[in-house]
């Protein structure tokens, strides 16, 4: 099993950065692919991006592509998503998910374990 624990939130204004940090329990991270997902009120969880085992392949949402940065660090059972120039449309509880697969999807019924999420708020 795994547990996630997700940091890193908090209010910024628009056109600022926010990085975010999910750790993961246990010793077999790296056999994990790994994803943010994110939900705004009266919305569906939504897909943000998503990361292979070795960290060499990803993958973004159209709505993120060029602004956000999923990458991971297996020695230290962690996994990021560098966000840049955000906008108020990205205010959203982020969640980190794992899924013990070989290609990353951007389904989060694909995924098995999910951390608690944590709260992004842009103010335009």
């Known amino acids: 099993q795994v547990q996630l624990v997700e940091s890193g939130g908090g209010w910024v204004q628009a056109g600022g950065s926010l990085r975010l940090s999910c750790a993961a329990s246990?010793?077999?991270?790296?056999?994990?692919?790994m994803a943010w997902f994110r939900q705004a009120p009266g919305k569906e969880r939504e897909f943000v991006a998503a990361i292979g085992r070795s960290g060499s392949s990803t993958y973004y949402a159209d709505s993120v592509k060029g602004r956000f940065t999923i990458s991971r660090d297996n020695a230290k059972n962690t996994v990021y998503l560098q966000m840049n120039s955000l906008k108020s449309e990205d205010t959203a509880v982020y969640y980190c998910?794992?899924?013990?697969?070989?290609?990353?999807?951007?389904?989060?019924?694909?995924?098995?374990?999910w951390g608690q999420g944590t709260q992004v708020t842009v103010s335009s």
């Open positions: 246990g010793r077999t991270f790296s056999l994990y692919a």
């Open positions: 998910a794992a899924a013990m697969t070989l290609i990353p999807g951007s389904t989060w019924s694909q995924y098995n374990y």
